[in-house]
């Protein structure tokens, strides 16, 4: 199974977690650990970078719903970065572009994140 | 591939095995030319029927594992899943899914993504038949 994950800190010290292949009922768990480990080191934003998945199942919707829902109940926020139109469209079917901040690229969820939190 | 051919895979009621169920659909959907957002939609559609089978079904006399059955059709490809349940399970499939909710989206998914979609549920078998034309885009 092709899936790859990375956790790093943008200059604006949030954490990012970059996601690569494929995202389903037996990868997402592994996300959904690392979402609760950095919420449980009191992190209040997170970006979750989809750039390089190419697929992505409800499992994984399910996960980051998860991590939205816990984010937001500190009065923090999970966004994603999400380029891919075949991707998105996971998002667009099941209404969830309505529910997430999506964002084209690291630079502009950073300017956008970067205005929220100023 | 000629018509009414039918290709048929077996796998373990277990989360590793959904990926090689939704690959070998790819490889059918790409040899019968479907249009890659097709293909698209065909991995997602049957990924999902999978995972539903994995976490919501139980190995039974008669289907101990998850069964996937693919059948070229003049129309498109016809893809049956097949999995064992307890007795009284019933599936729904929601008008519009909570998007407060963590889960319930895979049903909802399938119809979107395929054409034609039956679900069979008895005493202990559950089948979700769908059906993908080629050319007709269900979204």
């Not at chain 2, 790409?30 to 049957?46: G, T």
């Not at chain 2, 963590?102 to 059906?131: C, H, P, S």
Request: charged share 30%.
């Amino acid at each position: 199974m092709n899936f790859k994950m990375d956790v790093r800190t943008m200059e604006t010290d949030l954490p990012i977690i970059e996601l690569e292949g494929e995202v389903d009922v037996y990868t997402a768990p592994q996300l959904k650990q690392q979402i609760i480990g950095i919420l449980e080191s009191g992190a209040k934003e997170l970006v979750v970078d989809l750039t390089k998945v190419d697929y992505l199942d409800s499992t994984a919707l399910g996960v980051l719903i998860g991590g939205l829902k816990r984010m937001r109940e500190v009065d923090g926020n999970m966004v994603l970065i999400c380029p891919s139109p075949r991707i998105r469209r996971v998002f667009e079917i099941t209404g969830l572009d309505k529910i997430f901040d999506i964002y084209n690229s690291e630079e502009e969820a950073r300017e956008v994140i970067g205005k929220e939190t100023v | 591939m000629r018509q009414g051919e039918i290709m048929q895979l077996e796998i373990p009621r277990s989360p590793e095995y959904v990926a090689i169920a939704r690959h070998a659909v790819e490889g059918i959907a790409r040899r019968m030319r479907f249009a890659p957002n097709q293909i698209e939609d065909l991995k997602l559609a049957v990924g999902e029927a999978c995972t539903n089978a994995v976490k919501h079904g139980c190995a039974t006399e008669d289907s101990p594992t998850v069964e996937i059955k693919c059948v070229v059709l003049p129309e498109g490809l016809s893809v049956e899943i097949r999995n064992g349940i307890e007795a009284g399970e019933l599936p729904c499939i929601p008008v519009k899914p909570d998007p407060t909710k963590e889960g319930g989206f895979g049903l909802y998914m399938i119809r979107q993504l395929m054409d034609e979609v039956i679900l069979n549920w008895d005493a202990n078998t559950a089948i979700i038949k769908m059906l993908k034309k080629i050319g007709a885009s269900a979204v």
